[in-house]
């Protein structure tokens, strides 16, 4: 959404992080909005049995925090670094007001991509709250092609993990492996060397 340039011509502060490194917690004050411009963060949760709950993975150029950086509320969620490294980008308050003032042509852009998000997580907690394994697997796929901007009727590789897919959908992973396994064997989906193309 936003390139490089823009965001250095603008002086927005610039963060190098590596593999593990903590973005933001839960329940910590946003005073950040982060713009992920290299890289991959894993968003999550944890219960209080300190099983994770996987959120979300965001890649290059998106944003983190959005929601809670702009009602002035805590994160809901943890955010750390899934890749080598990473650079992110990192507003406050009245940077990020001067930006958006000062570049007009992107505040629609933003706006989309928060609706975006609102309608993916829709989606999901449907998908949780209503259906069976099958059917929140099935969802995940879904959306998680949309995330990769590949159009449904076109098929692919989704280099997922069978635990992240059971962090995601809320399934136990002995569950999800048996349902992937059922769902091969029904022609729903192909495994091509343990991953699932769909």
């Known amino acids: 959404m936003f ?3 823009i965001l250095l011509k603008n002086k927005v502060p610039v963060i ?15 005073i950040n909005l982060y ?8 968003i999550y949760n944890t219960d209080s049995d ?4 996987l959120i979300n993975k965001v890649n290059d150029h998106q ?14 969620a943890n955010a750390v670094i899934a890749s080598e490294s990473a650079e992110v980008f990192s507003f406050n308050q009245s940077l ?22 609102a309608y993916e997580k ?28 590949i159009e449904p009727g076109e098929k692919t590789i989704i280099d997922v993990t069978r635990k992240e897919m059971a962090n995601s959908t809320g399934l136990a992973i002995e569950t999800v492996i048996r349902t992937v396994k059922k769902m091969e064997r029904e022609d729903k989906i192909q495994l091509i060397n343990h991953k699932i193309y769909y």
């Open 35 to 42: 713009y992920l411009t290299e890289g991959e963060v894993k």
């Open 63 to 76: 944003f983190l925090g959005e929601p809670p950086f702009l009602l002035a509320e805590r994160y809901p």
């Open 96 to 117: 990020f007001k001067k930006f958006m003032l000062d570049n007009p042509e992107v505040h629609y852009e933003f706006t989309k991509e928060i609706a975006k998000k």
């Open 3 to 5: 390139t490089r340039e």
């Open 122 to 149: 829709t989606l999901r907690l449907k998908s949780i709250v209503h259906q069976c394994p099958h059917e929140r697997i099935i969802n995940f796929l879904k959306i998680h092609k949309r995330t990769m901007g």
């Open 16 to 30: 190098y992080l590596k593999k593990k490194d903590t973005l933001f917690r839960e329940d910590q004050i946003a």
């Open 50 to 53: 300190g099983k994770e709950f």
